[in-house]
């Protein structure tokens, strides 16, 4: 019999899951007392690793003097004023502020429905059109479901949000030619900077820039969903830095805390903000119950404070460049078909004869966590703490399962 948890992302059928116990830096021991490596971060989030004692007593004393209280009009708590500022000093978007929700599908939710707004109050209610790209994530609420670039996710969920359209991943010339078609009516383009869980892929040579000066171009909001590709994974603090093209915003999540606590919010910029803004009377509907949460927003305070001290966004550059080059490795004597990535977030390309699922479980039994994407692709996506002689063996454990 399934236990009472449906789990996400599973069969409903299945009936038996790995039980994980325990965890330090980035290892794991599941419940039968096996060590594992942890190459994905939890699922592309945990920067610091696990069981840091220091953020556990952080939410703790959060908790035992107020856990939170709702900011919703005309309430704050301090923990998510001081966080907010202190992700403006991170940020690249210069005169941003930031909106607080719960993970990064309520991320891409807001950020969808913020740029439509920001053209109502400019004056251009006709401005409704938002265009993703095939391959690209975008979490599971209905906006972001509707800018799914992976078909599977988006079957049997009905009717989706109308005016969210796809163009081909890195077809540039398609995108300009939809734009100029419904200049009119465009309000956002919406894309990963690394597109992650569908299949680690970076930008071609130009494809952002490309997309910031059509933005321009047509008067369309520039949308980075960095849930995954936010706090350090590409050896800066956000994708938009390292790849020197600025948003109009920008959604995170997942790093943010390190997973510690559910967190994620937008960056709003000052082309949307001086629409929002414009008009003392305009009443903001839209928020959620945790929007801002005193206790998970301390959590995010600490875990910067970590990242920081232990110079880990450095340290992504270091991670990334034993991951890639251990990778490539593997590529050139044929144990994989090829490696692609950027900074700390990489994708093993399988070859047709190999199946990813069949050697991720493999790996499960020799220590090493890697996540099965389709049948031709492992990501790998470790926590920055990893230390380099667990890297070495999570690549040996990959090449040991795909030569089986």
Same mark, same amino acid.
């Given at each position: 019999? &399934? #236990? ?25 021991w599941d419940a039968d007392g096996n060590e594992l490596i942890d190459g994905m971060a939890s699922l592309w989030y945990c920067a610091i690793g696990h069981g840091r004692k220091e953020m556990a007593d952080t939410v703790a004393a959060q908790m035992a003097t107020l856990e939170t209280y709702s900011c919703f009009d005309p309430f704050t708590n301090g923990p998510a004023d001081d966080l907010a500022a202190k992700l403006i000093t991170l940020s690249p978007m210069a005169g941003s502020r930031v909106f607080f929700c719960d993970s990064g599908s309520e991320s891409v939710d807001t950020a969808m429905k913020l740029s439509r707004l920001a053209h109502v109050q400019a004056g251009h209610p006709e401005r409704t059109v938002i265009i993703s790209r095939t391959r690209g994530y975008? !979490? ?18 009905? &009717?989706?949000?109308? *005016? ?51 933005? *321009? ?53 000052? %082309? ?5 803004? #414009? +008009?003392?009377?305009?009443? $903001? ?25 232990? +110079? ?12 890639? #080059? !251990?990778?490539? %490795? ?6 994989? +078909? ?5 900074? %700390? ?20 039994? #020799? ?15 470790? &926590? ?13 454990? $990959? ?6």
């Open positions: 019999m &399934p #236990s009472a948890f449906l789990h996400p992302f599973a069969p409903p059928s299945r009936e038996s899951f790995i039980r994980i116990v325990r965890g330090e830096g980035a290892l794991l975008h !979490g599971t609420n209905y906006g972001g479901t509707s800018a799914q670039g992976i078909a599977p996710n988006k079957a049997g969920y009905g &009717p989706l949000v109308p *005016d969210v359209v796809q163009v081909a991943s890195d077809d540039i010339e398609a995108l300009a030619t939809l734009m100029k078609e419904r200049s009119a009516e465009m309000a956002a383009v919406i894309t990963e900077p690394v597109q992650g869980a569908g299949g680690v892929f970076p930008p071609t040579d130009n494809y952002l820039e490309g997309l910031r000066k059509l933005c *321009d171009q047509h008067g369309a909001h520039l949308i980075f969903d960095e849930v995954i590709t936010g706090f350090g994974r590409l050896g800066a603090w956000f994708a938009a830095e390292h790849y020197g093209v600025i948003p109009d915003f920008m959604t995170f999540a997942k790093a943010v805390t390190s997973g510690y606590q559910p967190l994620g919010g937008v960056f709003v910029g000052r %082309a949307p903000l001086a629409a929002l803004e #414009s +008009d003392p009377g305009f009443f $903001l509907r839209h928020g959620y119950t945790y929007s801002g949460h005193a206790s998970v927003c301390a959590a995010g305070l600490k875990n910067l404070e970590i990242m920081e001290r232990e +110079d880990l966004v450095a340290r992504a550059k270091h991670v990334g460049e034993l991951l890639g #080059s !251990g990778l490539r %490795a593997l590529a050139a004597d044929g144990t994989i +078909d090829h490696a692609r990535g950027d900074g %700390a977030v990489w994708a093993a390309g399988l070859r047709p004869d190999q199946n990813a699922t069949t050697i991720r479980d493999a790996m499960l039994r #020799s220590g090493g966590i890697v996540r099965a994407l389709n049948v031709d692709t492992l990501t790998f996506c470790p &926590p920055l703490v990893i230390t380099d002689e667990q890297m070495a063996r999570l690549l040996d454990i $990959l090449a040991n399962a795909a030569t089986q």
